[in-house]
């Protein structure tokens, strides 16, 4: 089986740093052979993620949350058109192996929860200090925070081999 991770962040609320930071951590994930799975739509965090990922010879894994393939990110590969919008998110972090939240939204939120709730392995960036403390006492399972690409993909390494 390959392995799927998952990049979750803020669609058109998405800053230039959270961005390129996901454009890089997508590369890195194709680098290392992993398929990258976002939210699928051409929009901040996601486009980046998946452009990155594409650029790194990588594949890449869309969960849609609308009927059709109207706002799809050009970069994805395998698109999963639901239907079920913000619904999607349960199976965002359900099909990563580890999940990535690269900035803050609602819907990046609402994943960060999911992701604790199901014990799902997380790092975090681009996320206030505050939020991450209140994060970490609510997690049982990995919850690591990483400043640059790099350490995001160490932290995914590790939890990998858990």
Same mark, same amino acid.
């Given at each position: 089986?390959?392995?799927?991770?998952?990049?979750?962040?803020?669609?058109?609320?998405?800053?230039?740093?959270?961005?390129?930071?996901?454009?890089?951590?997508?590369?890195?994930?194709?680098?290392?052979?992993?398929?990258?799975?976002?939210?699928?739509?051409?929009?901040?965090?996601?486009?980046?993620? /998946?452009?990155? @990922?594409? $650029?790194?010879?990588?594949?890449?894994?869309?969960? =849609?949350? %609308?009927?059709?393939? *109207?706002?799809? &990110?050009?970069?994805?590969?395998?698109?999963?058109?639901?239907?079920?919008?913000?619904?999607?998110?349960?199976?965002?972090?359900?099909?990563?192996?580890?999940?990535?939240?690269?900035?803050?939204?609602?819907?990046?939120? /609402?994943?960060? @929860?999911? $992701?604790?709730?199901?014990?799902?392995?997380?790092? =975090?960036? %681009?996320?206030?200090? *505050?939020?991450? &403390?209140?994060?970490?006492?609510?997690?049982?399972?990995?919850?690591?925070?990483?400043?640059?690409?790099?350490?995001?993909?160490?932290?995914?390494?590790?939890?990998?081999?858990?």
């Amino acid at each position: 089986m390959r392995t799927l991770i998952g990049v979750m962040g803020p669609g058109e609320k998405a800053t230039a740093a959270e961005r390129a930071t996901a454009f890089a951590v997508g590369q890195r994930i194709a680098q290392h052979g992993w398929i990258l799975l976002t939210g699928g739509r051409a929009a901040g965090v996601m486009e980046a993620a /998946s452009q990155g @990922a594409h $650029a790194g010879g990588g594949l890449v894994v869309g969960i =849609l949350p %609308h009927d059709s393939l *109207a706002m799809m &990110s050009t970069a994805v590969d395998i698109p999963i058109v639901t239907g079920v919008g913000y619904a999607r998110n349960v199976i965002n972090v359900l099909s990563s192996q580890v999940v990535i939240a690269c900035g803050l939204g609602a819907g990046t939120l /609402s994943e960060i @929860a999911l $992701a604790i709730k199901l014990r799902k392995p997380l790092v =975090l960036m %681009h996320i206030p200090p *505050a939020l991450q &403390s209140e994060l970490r006492q609510l997690a049982t399972a990995s919850l690591d925070i990483a400043e640059t690409p790099d350490a995001a993909i160490a932290q995914v390494q590790k939890a990998l081999m858990l």
